[in-house]
């Protein structure tokens, strides 16, 4: 089954479905034809621990019931720096939109009016 995914690095979200089958490794390669940088000088990550790429997506706890379409599981990516070292996972959070002014929260409640 596939696992649907989103894969974050500083301010770069990739959104990428995969079989559950496929070894971390090959999901590097994906990665690595999106962002041209070779799967060794990648590191990815889940519920941060970093994933070992000669197990499966599934073996690491990615499947198509947790890793689904409508809300995708998040993987760190971590970049092999000049020095050889990865450099320290950072993910930027997206920001969270103000909240709905008066006249847009009657438009929720599908024009009701809200009781007096």
Avoid: H, W
């Amino acid at each position: 089954m596939d696992a649907f995914m989103m894969i974050q690095r500083k301010k770069l979200t990739i959104f990428t479905d995969a079989k559950d089958n496929i070894l971390v490794n090959e999901l590097k390669k994906i990665i690595g034809c999106i962002i041209k940088v070779a799967p060794a000088n990648q590191q990815l990550y889940y519920k941060d621990e970093i994933m070992d790429e000669t197990k499966t997506l599934s073996e690491c706890g990615l499947n198509s019931t947790i890793a689904k379409a409508q809300s995708p599981a998040t993987i760190g990516l971590a970049l092999k720096m000049e020095n050889g070292e990865f450099e320290p996972l950072e993910m930027v959070p997206y920001s969270l939109p103000p909240e709905l002014p008066y006249v847009m929260k009657n438009q929720e409640t599908n024009g009701q009016e809200p009781p007096m």
